[in-house]
């Protein structure tokens, strides 16, 4: 398979990951990007974008919970101008959100993953997750599955509407604007929360994975009791994950939904971590990149997804899951001064400021786990090696003094 674009040879090995994912490890098409001091070093794309048509420099494609990364970082642009206040209540800013029990809950745990809110218990209507509207209100009416602050689970599918209502209530805009007109048209991203119709004819649809031989627990769960978070979760949505081929359809692209919906490429995530990536680049001050970095929730058990996980407030924190069984064994093997976010069958963009990194890698061929997946991590690998930082022990990655 062809890999086109350009890479510095200090990344050379890079290059060498992402045409061994190609040949060698099931990827179809991608594209991946490594930015080091605001200058990128690698910006490659290869493969089939769908049959029959190749993986270009503007192809674009669905990056699932990448897109927690763009939802977060809008809310912490209003706290950095002093307009939000993450240890606030919620209900400062969304009266409506207090029904229930939730009085309580402060804009952090929203980022946290804290909420208790990680699905809905009455059933959705068909394209219910396509009604903003709907979805803030019936959260807003919901009683939380945990005391909020107490817990952490991952709030899939939940995060984008909990969090960008804060962001709509309190700057006037919906998410999708807000993100437009404050991050990707200021730094001239290819990045979008609510695709244009006239851009649909680039996106790579996406491949979804083979069914494992053996499930992450999350699945199991969801398979063997119905009124399970994770059956809940994954089956009152409206239709968006349980109608195969959904989140392909148009509607889905144009809506804007902020946990799982954006759509860009591997230079359009490693072009939003790039400003953070050099101390906040007039997107948030030093003293708020100092709040977004580190780890704020983290256990051994997540209560949704039941494998350990770590986030700061709106990112994924780095997690070595390898001592777990197989299904479950994926994870995020960065340094711990990392923070970013995965997406759903292996895309991944973050940025690592005293690396001066910013990286993004989207594929259409998704793998089985909840992590970076291997082809993604074998890209993460190279670019730390080409850095000079070593792993511990084979896991996570640290720079040597």
Known sequence: MTVQGACDPRFATVAEEFERNLTKRGEVGASVCVVVDGETVVDLWGGDAAPGLPWLHDTIGHVWSCTKGATALCAHMLASRGELDLD?????HWP??????????????????????PALREP???????????????LAGEEPFWEPGT??????????FLVGEVVRRVSGRSLGAFFRE????????????????????????TIPAEPPARLPSFYAAAFADPASIPALLL???GGYMTTPGESDTRTAHAAE??????????????????????????????????IMSPAQSASSVDAVLLVPTRFSLGFMKAVDNRHLPAADSEGALLTETAFGHAGMGGSVGFCDPPARLAFGYTMNRQGTGLGIN???????????????????????????T
Do not use: C
Not at 97 to 113: C, S
Not at 182 to 205: S, T, Y
């Open 88 to 92: 606030a209540p919620v209900v400062r």
């Open 96 to 117: 409506e959100y207090g029904a229930r029990g939730k009085d309580g809950t402060l804009v952090r745990h929203l980022l946290t993953h804290q909420a208790g809110l």
């Open 124 to 138: 959705l209507p068909s394209g219910g997750f396509y009604d903003w509207k709907l979805m803030a209100d019936r």
């Open 151 to 160: 817990r952490h689970g991952y709030h899939a599918l939940t995060f984008g």
């Open 182 to 205: 404050e991050v990707a048209e200021p730094l001239g991203l290819d990045f979008w929360l609510g695709l244009p119709e006239e851009q649909e004819g680039r996106v790579a649809p």
């Open 235 to 237: 089956g009152n949505d």
């Open 257 to 290: 939904f902020g946990a799982v919906g954006a759509v860009t490429n591997a230079r359009g995530l490693a072009g939003m971590y790039r400003p953070l990536s050099l101390g906040g680049g007039g997107l948030v001050t030093e003293e708020q990149l100092a």
């Open 374 to 400: 291997p082809r993604g991590q074998a890209l993460v690998d190279a670019v730390y090696r080409s850095l000079g930082h070593r792993r511990a022990r084979g896991g996570l990655w640290y720079r040597p």
